[in-house]
């Protein structure tokens, strides 16, 4: 049984830091692609970046420069490392796995089953 859990959510000024970590069950990390995404209230489930079994890696072209996607397949978990953050950047974060796919991952919602329950990322001016 699959299992992802988001953390390392919160609150922060903008131009700060955060770093999201996703805990997985299951031998998935580094096997098939996984991804992140966000969502706000009223808007569609947004892709943020995917990384594949080959360690190759999708951006948003909103976040190109100042997010960092890898995963440690020891550890199993996928992290997002959020730089120089914006009001924008607010948003719930998802971790996602896409068990069909291993690599040129895609970043829409829609090839993924299976999801984490989120956690909030809300960036202040």
């Known amino acids: 049984q699959v299992q992802l859990v988001e953390s390392g959510g919160g609150s922060v000024q903008a131009g700060g830091s955060l770093r999201l970590s996703c805990a997985v069950s299951?031998?998935?990390?580094?096997?098939?692609?996984m991804a992140w995404f966000r969502q706000v209230p009223g808007k569609e489930r947004e892709g943020v970046a995917s990384i594949g079994d080959d360690g190759g890696t999708a951006y948003a072209d909103s976040v190109k420069g100042r997010f960092t996607i890898s995963s440690d397949n020891a550890e199993s978990t996928l992290y997002l490392q959020m730089n120089a953050l914006k009001p924008e950047d607010t948003a719930m974060y998802y971790c996602?796995?896409?068990?069909?796919?291993?690599?040129?991952?895609?970043?829409?919602?829609?090839?993924?089953?299976?999801w984490g329950q989120g956690t909030q990322v809300t960036v202040s001016s």
């Open positions: 299951g031998d998935i990390v580094s096997r098939f692609c």
């Open positions: 996602a796995a896409d068990l069909q796919r291993q690599r040129s991952c895609w970043l829409h919602w829609a090839f993924y089953n299976k």
